[in-house]
């Protein structure tokens, strides 16, 4: 009976032991994700701007003026040139904030945005976490309002933008993508139809066929799709858009008629080429030239370069097995040959980001250097060592280019160097100030050029893997 009780006090101390050590874990990373909101509200406040929800007032006095019987398109917001510039279908989305005042429909879209950022980090990082070892929610609530602080998503939410839920629409194909890799799994005994069919990732395309009923420039990855014959989720993405670009002209004829034959061709309407916020390579060929308009033979020859090389490497990255960078990929080629690119639509550097980190994580465990969290107790990497005391730099550049490339999207040194023609040369500060006020494109171009990927980290080939098992079971 003694040796009983003394074992279990044993049992129970040990338990004691591991509760205490988790809760102090806890409490570490309670206070990182602390800090890290401190640093970012910090950020935010040092390089971000005064933001006053100006595109929003801009959505939502059109969607006041449309609802009171007035032309969508002729509308221009007081003291501006500004007008309504998204098609048909996005006015329909919008159009209930006609019946919100200003500031509680900039409050719906803050909110909504916060909570696109929130799953997108989730899709992104989950598989980075699991293998990590670390609870998801801890990685997503540092990364979350790290984000936060870079000049896209800081921008985005300041001004009202639509950027992130655009964002969070193409990513969820990704994830169906995933899914769709894993249909060959067997079903558990629980998924019933509606179940089976959403977790099987057969609607792949859907998000991005609405993207771009909303905004023409994801359609880019519809090119994508086809280009790796993902043919499924093509024709997927293709039969929204059309679907749903259909139903908008059998509801909004005279709205479609205008944006689609007058208004998409009107880019003034938008703002001038050279302006700095235009971080694409039209602005930065502008500005080079220092011309208010792009030279527009060459823009086009360059456009199509970029475009070749930018998905050229995305087909490699997914024939690798890298699904998330090659979608990275697509998107930075989508900012970077877009007319206009201000920098709110910049939101593809948080998965660039993401991608190198993760290669400088997988390449130091690949030499055997293990990677600690700190306050985790817990080695989140271990592998067999070479050496006590490796002196190697493998991974830690990818580290050192994610660190930098976060800093140079927080600091975003291009505003102290803004100049506008006529009034201001853009090359008034010298050709320092001229780099520095196209730094953001620049390394958009370097990123589409130098960004690796990682072969099987995501999974690919769902065509090839249900052929394979399709002949398996013919035999």
């Known amino acids: 009976m003694p040796a009983t009780v003394s074992g279990r006090r044993a049992r129970l101390s040990g338990i004691r032991r591991r509760l205490l050590a988790a809760d102090r874990r806890t409490l570490v990373r309670l206070g990182l994700v602390a800090l890290a909101t401190y640093l970012a509200w910090l950020a935010v406040g040092a390089f971000g701007r005064q933001y006053t929800f100006f595109d929003m007032k801009i959505y939502h006095g059109a969607m006041v003026w449309w609802a009171n019987g007035n032309p969508l398109y002729e509308f221009v917001a007081p003291q501006t040139t500004l007008g309504f510039t ?204 220092d011309m208010i308009e792009t030279p527009t033979l060459l823009w086009f020859v360059f456009a199509v370069l970029v475009l070749v090389l930018g998905l050229d490497r995305a087909r490699a990255a997914r024939a690798d097995g890298d699904e998330l960078t090659a979608f990275t990929l697509v998107g930075l080629t989508g900012n970077i040959i877009s007319p206009i690119s201000w920098t709110h639509h910049l939101v593809w550097v948080i998965p660039a980001l993401i991608v190198l980190a993760d290669t400088g994580v997988r390449r130091w465990d690949a030499r055997g250097l293990p990677l600690r969290v700190p306050g985790s107790g817990v080695a989140a990497l271990t592998g067999p060592r070479i050496g006590r005391w490796w002196p190697t730099m493998i991974g830690l550049r990818h580290l050192f280019c994610a660190g930098g490339l976060y800093l140079l999207f927080v600091i975003s040194p291009i505003w102290p160097y803004e100049h506008q023609l006529p009034e201001v040369s853009h090359y008034q500060d010298g050709l320092f100030g001229a780099v520095l006020e196209n730094s953001l494109v620049l390394t958009l171009i370097v990123l589409v050029t130098t960004l690796p990927w990682r072969p099987g980290a995501e999974p690919a080939f769902y065509g090839e893997r249900s052929t394979a098992a399709a002949l398996l079971a013919r035999r």
């Open 86 to 289: 998204y098609p048909p279908f996005a006015a329909l989305l919008m159009l209930p904030m006609a019946t919100l005042s200003m500031p509680v429909a900039a409050l719906v879209n803050l909110l909504a945005s916060l909570t696109a950022l929130t799953a997108v980090m989730i899709a992104l990082l989950h598989p980075i976490a699991a293998r990590l070892g670390q609870p998801l929610w801890f990685v997503v609530a540092l990364a979350v309002p790290l984000a936060v602080a870079l000049e896209p998503v800081r921008e985005t939410l300041g001004y009202g933008q639509v950027n992130l839920l655009l964002f969070a629409l193409v990513l969820a194909d990704l994830v169906a993508l995933r899914w769709r890799s894993r249909r060959g799994l067997p079903a558990r005994p629980d998924d019933g139809g509606l179940r089976r069919f959403f977790f099987s990732g057969a609607w792949a395309g859907v998000g991005i066929g609405l993207a771009t009923s909303i905004k023409l420039t994801p359609a880019l990855f519809i090119l994508y799709l086809m280009l790796t014959r993902q043919w499924r989720a093509a024709w997927t993405a293709v039969g929204t858009a059309l679907t749903v670009g259909c139903g908008v002209f059998a509801v909004m004829p005279a709205e479609s008629t205008a944006y689609f034959g007058t208004v998409i061709w009107q880019t003034e309407r938008v703002g001038a080429a050279d302006m700095t916020p235009n971080q694409s390579l039209a602005g930065l060929l502008a500005r080079l030239y």
